[in-house]
């Protein structure tokens, strides 16, 4: 098996399970800030992290056009590799923006559980992201290029 036919298989091995662990790890975030809000005070420094998350995402979604990605860690046929919007700046901002909105969620409701879940979404993503980036090299022969400083999750020095 030659290298290129390894990363194919990690990612059609564990890209479903870490898809799988992604949503319901976003769903245990959104069901402890739902269910549990804070204190008031912490409401108010919730809106931060979550608007800046919902401003990254809407924006890697324009530049990303619908249809050019998918939740797997693997590009689709005949993607584009995107070199403009937040990708100038951040290899995976709709991750980033996952992270901002987690961190969010951690601000408003700062017990174990939530900085638990928020630390294992942020580790699903850093596999994922590491398979995506892998297929990415194969598939974008400049993605290599591309990513020298730029920061995974968010601008770099993060």
């Not at 912490?42 to 056009?65: E, I, M």
């Not at 005949?78 to 961190?103: D, F, N």
Request: positive net charge; aromatic residues 12%; contains cysteine.
């Amino acid at each position: 098996m030659n290298a290129r036919e390894s990363g194919l298989t990690t990612a059609r091995r564990w890209g479903p399970w870490l898809v799988l662990l992604q949503f319901g790890l976003l769903g245990l975030l959104a069901w402890r800030a739902a269910s549990n809000p804070g204190p008031a005070f912490w409401r108010a420094a919730v809106l931060l992290p979550l608007a800046a998350g919902c401003a990254l995402g809407l924006w890697a979604l324009w530049a990303n056009r619908p249809g050019n990605f998918h939740v797997r860690p693997l590009p689709k046929d005949g993607a584009e590799l995107v070199l403009h919007g937040p990708y100038r700046w951040i290899r995976h901002p709709m991750y980033g923006a996952l992270l901002l909105a987690a961190a969010a969620v951690v601000v408003a409701t700062p017990d174990a559980v939530s900085v638990a879940a928020a630390l294992a979404l942020w580790a699903v993503l850093w596999l994922k992201s590491g398979i995506e980036e892998h297929a990415m090299r194969e598939r974008h022969p400049t993605y290599a290029d591309y990513c020298r400083g730029k920061g995974r999750f968010l601008p770099r020095p993060f």
